[in-house]
């Protein structure tokens, strides 16, 4: 589970530089463009064995400069920053001190039930920290002192931060169902991923629990049938209609990636109208990216007239196939959420794959099949080195790994690699599965 943390507080109170600091910047990993004065940015970090996601919700200047008013898109952005994280550090300046528009920030985020930290910043040698007693009148229970420029007192916050984090629901929710699959539904907003939910609530009365009210605001349902259980979950509400779309769009990636690195199976639903589009791949290649299996689900395909006729189908299915490769081998399912249609073998291909992607080949079987391949399709040799392969196990890791001993693993290339994919996943059945190949030296 990825937790997320916002940076909050009037502009130039040091948020990002404390972002970078934080980060650390070279391990910034995606750039969202915010079209407002400087691109708005989160990052991945890592405390004490604890990740988490970091947002800088900066990004925006009064147009008069003046820093002494609340305007409405720091208003806005405070406000999505409150829904939307586990934890906000709420950032002040202490060369500067208090100002008004401190204590609304302060009033808006009192009104959250999320954990708040505030941190004064710009405590560079720590000659000014006997002056800070106005900002106790903010009333926050946890209060740092650091210098984002030089580092001083961050380590501390970053200690209380993750003391937080660790007791999050969040954290207890997943032990306690544990050994249950969780399955998710995403996709873009409008594809049908909650008309979905909703289809597979409806059609059975046994779906008991709603067990949200976590930190996560998502519709989390129990589902249990004919011997299925599975925690069944969308990514949650995005607003449609909203003025403040950009900022909208950016928490529903966000959310997405939450969502896949919680999830074992992911349901990736395309809108058949719509087709497959390069926003569908890139979600794609994050779920490949965090080893997590999938399911492509093409919705809405009651709108498609002669939605009886095969080879649109099949066509379909190669166009997506080219686009997704080499991990190819992925469920391909036309449904209608609406109608309810094709909907019943979803939830049993789903626990399939989730066995599968828990499954350990024996050694001996997996070089009895393999070792044959290795010897008629040799990786093609270099600079006159003959390149051969003598051993391969799979690893004891929870998602499938497999390592290939070689005498020279530097020199095997990316398609031979693609190549004995394909054949372990064709031998050993990993559909919807993605593996890993690795090479060492024996
Ligand atoms: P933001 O608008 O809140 O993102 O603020 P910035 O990170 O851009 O910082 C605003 C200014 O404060 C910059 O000139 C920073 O160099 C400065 N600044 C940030 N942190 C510190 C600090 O710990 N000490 C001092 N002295 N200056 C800082
Ligand atoms: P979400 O944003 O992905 O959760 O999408 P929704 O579930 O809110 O659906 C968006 C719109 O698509 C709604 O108007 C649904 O009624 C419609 N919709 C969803 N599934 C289907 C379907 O299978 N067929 C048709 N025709 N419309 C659908």
């Given at each position: 589970m990825s937790y997320l943390v916002s940076i909050v507080g009037r502009p130039n109170v040091g948020k990002s530089t404390l972002f970078n600091r934080i980060i650390g910047k070279k391990k910034a990993i995606v750039h969202v463009k915010s079209g407002v004065t400087r691109d708005r940015i989160y990052g991945n970090s890592e405390w004490n064995g604890i990740h988490f996601s970091i947002v800088d919700t900066g990004g925006y200047n009064p147009p008069n400069n003046n820093i002494d008013i609340i305007d409405t898109e720091i208003r806005k952005q405070i406000l999505i920053a409150l829904k939307e994280s586990d934890v906000i550090l709420f950032l002040v300046d202490m060369e500067i001190g208090l100002l008004d528009v401190d204590i609304e920030i302060s009033k808006i985020l009192r009104k959250c039930k999320k954990s708040i930290l505030l941190v004064v910043n710009k405590v560079d040698n720590g000659k000014n920290i006997y002056h800070d007693t106005d900002f106790f009148r903010l009333g926050f229970n946890n209060y740092y002192c650091i210098s984002a420029i030089n580092g001083s007192g961050t380590g501390e916050m970053?200690?209380?931060?993750?003391?937080?984090?660790?007791?999050?629901?969040?954290?207890?929710k997943v032990e306690e169902i544990g050994g249950i699959p969780r399955f998710s539904v995403i996709g873009r907003p409008n594809v049908g991923k909650s008309t979905l939910i909703n289809s597979f609530l409806d059609k059975d009365r046994h779906i008991v629990t709603n067990i949200s009210g976590t930190t996560r605001d998502s519709i989390d349902v129990f589902y249990k049938k004919l011997g299925y259980k599975c925690i069944l979950f969308d990514t949650p509400g995005v607003r449609k209609k909203s003025k403040i779309s950009e900022s909208i769009e950016f928490y529903s990636t966000m959310k997405t990636v939450r969502t896949i690195k919680y999830t074992d199976i992911c349901f990736l639903m395309v809108d058949a109208v719509r087709g497959w589009e390069s926003q569908d791949r890139n979600i794609f290649r994050l779920i490949e990216k965090n080893q997590k299996g999938v399911i492509i689900l093409i919705n809405k395909w009651d709108l498609l007239h002669n939605n009886k006729n095969c080879s649109i189908k099949r066509n379909f299915e190669i166009f997506i196939k080219k686009n997704i490769a080499p991990f190819d081998n992925v469920p391909i399912l036309f449904i209608s959420a609406k109608n309810k249609d094709g909907l019943y073998n979803i939830i049993?291909?789903?626990?399939?794959?989730?066995?599968?992607?828990?499954?350990?080949?024996?050694?001996?079987?997996?070089?009895?099949?393999?070792?044959?391949?290795?010897?008629?399709?040799?990786?093609?040799?270099?600079?006159?080195?003959?390149?051969?392969?003598?051993?391969?196990?799979?690893?004891?890791?929870?998602?499938?790994?497999?390592?290939?001993?070689s005498n020279y693993p530097q020199y095997i290339k990316e398609s031979y690699k693609r190549f004995i994919e394909n054949k372990i996943r064709y031998h050993f059945d990993f559909i919807g599965v993605p593996i890993q190949i690795f090479f060492r030296k024996k």
């Open positions: 970053l200690d209380r931060l993750i003391e937080i984090l660790k007791e999050l629901v969040v954290e207890k049993p291909i789903a626990y399939h794959i989730f066995r599968k992607r828990k499954k350990k080949l024996k050694t001996n079987l997996l070089n009895r099949v393999m070792f044959p391949i290795l010897k008629k399709n040799p990786p093609p040799s270099i600079n006159k080195k003959l390149i051969t392969i003598k051993y391969c196990t799979q690893l004891p890791t929870y998602t499938p790994k497999f390592i290939f001993f």
